[in-house]
């Protein structure tokens, strides 16, 4: 199925109303209450925990191999399935979705730009109707080349090529706030508020101009980039717009949330 990676709500919707088709999964990030009031015909609840390890002092990290195998055999995830994902807020779970579907090698994924802001903005209908699912079996493998590590970016930090976008708050950033037992950021590290890439005057889609924002920022195809934010959900949605507009983009799932509580890595404020 030859989808955009960024689909616009009359896209999916034109595409939903063609005949069943049993390899498009829709999957809803929003919060339970939004997705039981109306979610778009056909989508699959999934609470963002479902895809988080959860566990203190670094609650974003990936969930377990076995944690992602019950989810994904339980929404039937298969080879050539095509996964459509959105959710309420912009863009960051959506993105901490495909993030995580990279993750595991699943790369047959569509993001709904502007999520259900966008899509009931462009007058499209939602249901309150639960789908039936039809489970598959799926055994993953993570891939350590998606999942970043600590060491993946204390060995790259002194290279020309290589940048950190932290996707949070510039007072974050600054170590203003404190969310960790160290506050600042990664040494060299840009900063670019997650937000900043989001259009408020067109329901939250990806800014028109990201691509030339990011690239006055530093944010080049030219540059390897590592993003991060406290607990990788912001820096899921600058992740995906990273890979929309064609930049060499990963994620770190650890987050702040590890690197400020870690007792050896680097800090600047």
């Keep these: 199925m030859a989808l955009p990676f960024v689909i616009e709500p009359t896209q999916l919707a034109a595409l939903l109303a063609q005949p069943v088709n049993n390899k498009l999964l829709i999957i809803d990030m929003c919060a339970e209450q939004t997705y039981l009031q109306g979610h778009i015909d056909g989508a699959i609840h999934v609470p963002p925990q479902k895809i988080l390890a959860a566990e203190p002092p670094v609650p974003g990290k990936i969930a377990s191999v076995e944690k992602l195998n019950r989810l994904f055999s339980f929404l039937g995830l298969t080879p050539d399935t095509h996964v459509v994902v959105y959710d309420d807020e912009g863009g960051g779970w959506a993105g901490r979705m ?13 993001y709904l730009n502007g999520g259900l802001h966008a899509w009931l903005a462009s007058g499209q209908s939602v249901t309150q109707e639960i789908p039936v699912v039809t489970p598959s079996k799926v055994e993953v493998k993570v891939d350590p080349k998606v999942v970043i590590e600590i060491p993946d970016i204390i060995g790259e930090m002194d290279r020309a090529d290589f940048v950190v976008w932290d996707a949070r708050s510039p007072q974050e950033y600054s170590g203003e706030k404190m969310t960790a037992l160290k506050n600042g950021h990664i040494p ?23 691509r030339e924002y990011l690239a006055g920022l530093g944010f080049t195809s030219d540059k390897r980039i590592i993003t991060h934010c406290q607990s990788h959900h912001r820096s899921g949605f600058t992740y995906l717009v990273g890979k929309a507009v064609g930049l060499n983009i990963r994620g770190y799932h650890g987050s702040w949330a590890e690197w400020g509580n870690h007792p050896t890595t680097p800090v600047e404020q």
Excluded: F
Excluded at 190 to 204: E, F, K, P, S, V
């Design 98 to 110: 495909i993030w995580t579907l990279d993750a595991i090698g699943h790369k047959h994924y569509s």
């Design 188 to 210: 060299g590290a840009i900063n670019c508020d997650w937000t900043n890439l989001m259009d408020r005057h067109n329901a939250l889609r990806i800014r028109s101009d990201a």
